[in-house]
């Protein structure tokens, strides 16, 4: 069965101060993988997706995520973290681009100044 | 980008009552939209996958008869909560696919409802 794991619930960072959130999939063919992010009372908007290619995939807003196949993670990072970065940001997988998706159970990401 | 809108953001109800929710591709025809239910602070679970011009395929668990999906155009998909219940209270987002190449995926602003 599809799965994404996010094993952060909350995560505290500075602003100014590097930022990487986890993600784990389990997934039975290639994935088609994404990160969202839901600012509160928001739709989700896509920061960035992978299905292949290079590993390290640029996405908006600074984000980038780097897809390990042999650990079956793909986490998000951004090199400096910006005040208005926080909200809930989700993992997913699909099996295509436009198909239905498998979320994880977010991450949200606080940002102390 | 390609614009979903969803209408009401929110919407309080009575218990019994029943409850339309529309979303809408404002620039793009959508032949399908998927429709996902957020309890508070947990993740979005894709309730079901709703077709242009027929019938919605539910995900297992979902009750079709108590959520009910219309997709009568390109442009708007509808769920109805049917004799609503408190339990039914969350937050609902839709999602739509762009046909593009990239085909991909985007989200309406979301729907709280409250049924009292």
């Known amino acids: 069965a599809q799965s994404v794991t996010q094993p952060d619930i909350h995560i505290t960072v500075s602003e100014g101060a590097s930022l990487e959130l986890r993600c784990n999939y389990s997934?039975?063919?290639?994935?088609?993988l994404f990160w969202y992010v839901q600012s509160p009372g928001q739709g989700l908007q896509l920061l960035l997706k992978?299905?292949?290619?290079?590993?390290l995939v640029q996405g908006i807003k600074g984000f980038e995520a780097e897809f390990k196949r042999s650990q079956s993670s793909f986490n998000l990072r951004k090199p400096s973290v910006h005040w208005s970065d926080a909200a809930e940001y989700f993992c997913?997988?699909?099996?295509?681009?436009?198909?239905?998706?498998?979320f994880g159970a977010g991450t949200i990401l606080r940002v102390k100044s | 980008g390609a614009v979903v809108s969803q209408h009401p953001s929110r919407v309080i109800c009575k218990s019994g009552t029943s409850v339309k929710i529309e979303c809408r591709s404002l620039?793009?025809?959508?032949?399908?939209m998927f429709w996902y239910r957020q309890f508070p602070k947990q993740s979005l679970m894709l309730m079901a996958t709703?077709?242009?011009?027929?019938?919605?395929?539910?995900e297992q668990g979902v009750e079709k008869d108590k959520f009910l999906i219309n997709h009568a155009s390109l442009t708007l998909s509808t769920l109805t909560v049917t004799s609503a219940h408190p339990e039914d209270s969350s937050f609902y987002i839709c999602?739509?696919?762009?046909?593009?190449?990239?085909?991909?995926?985007?989200f309406g602003e979301g729907s709280r409802l409250t049924v009292l």
């Open positions: 999602s739509a696919r762009v046909p593009s190449e990239a085909g991909e995926l985007f």
């Open positions: 997934y039975g063919a290639t994935p088609y």
């Open positions: 992978y299905f292949s290619g290079d590993t």
């Open positions: 997913a997988v699909g099996a295509a681009y436009g198909n239905k998706l498998v």
């Open positions: 620039d793009f025809q959508a032949t399908t």
């Open positions: 709703s077709n242009e011009g027929s019938k919605a395929t539910y």
